[in-house]
T-cell receptor, first 114, second 115 residues
């Protein structure tokens, strides 16, 4: 079990609403990456935060935004929700230095947009 | 652009049989490569990783994978399948030649293990 925690585990939103998902990174990790996993698909990279700054972004529109806090936890915000935003949202924490540099994933937040 | 292709969306084996899950990558430079496993309604757990130190990589739960640059492949194997191996498996590549946490995933392969 990793030290990456995500909240909430499930939520249901209505089309057009806004949602905030949260992620606490593993101790010692200063980098958080967010992924969207649609049903039956592999995860797709949304963006990454390193030391509170966005450090790379995938092919997602600007209504997907994020924050990273001084304790390296992170939020993913999605505005104007669409039905296709229904997915499992995963965050992963990592550190670019040190012995173990792989990304550790949280359990995910299952978002359903109706 | 970098990509990862997993051949076969579903693989079915009998308990005790060899497991072979296929992964091919495309990259202009040798990437870091990973295999993750996902159980229903859970996140991803790292099985093993290739970071150019050794071409044959051993992971957890008896899995191993071999990096073959000439074939741009990183297939996952396990000599003897166990019922608990039934899950979704994802091959992933790092963006670029270092592990930055930005991963490109394949579509996944569902492993079914029959008794």
């Amino acid at each position: 079990e990793t030290g990456v925690t995500q909240s909430p585990t499930h939520l249901i939103k209505t089309r057009g609403q806004q949602v905030t998902l949260r992620c606490s990174s593993q101790s010692g990790h200063n980098t958080v990456s967010w992924y969207q996993q649609a049903l039956g698909q592999g995860p797709q990279f949304i963006f990454q935060y390193y030391r509170e700054e966005e450090n790379g972004r995938g092919n997602f529109p600007p209504r997907f935004s994020g924050l990273q806090f001084p304790n390296y936890s992170s939020e993913l915000n999605v505005n104007a929700l669409e039905l296709d935003d229904s997915a499992l949202y995963l965050c992963a924490s990592s550190s670019p230095t040190g012995e173990r540099t792989e990304a550790f994933f949280g359990q995910g937040t299952r978002l359903t947009v109706v | 652009a970098q990509s990862v292709t997993q051949l076969g969306s579903h693989v079915s084996v009998s308990e005790g049989a060899l497991v072979l899950l296929r992964c091919n990558y495309s990259s202009s430079v040798p990437p870091y490569l990973f295999w993750y496993v996902q159980y229903p309604n859970q996140g991803l757990q790292l099985l093993l990783k290739y970071t150019s130190a050794a071409t044959l990589v051993k992971g957890i739960n008896g899995f191993e994978a071999e990096f073959k640059k000439s074939e741009t492949s990183f297939h996952l194997t396990k000599p003897s399948a166990h019922m608990s191996d039934a899950a979704e498996y994802f091959c992933a590549s790092s963006k670029g030649s270092s592990n930055t946490g930005k991963l490109i995933f394949g579509q996944g392969t569902t492993l079914q293990v029959k008794p």
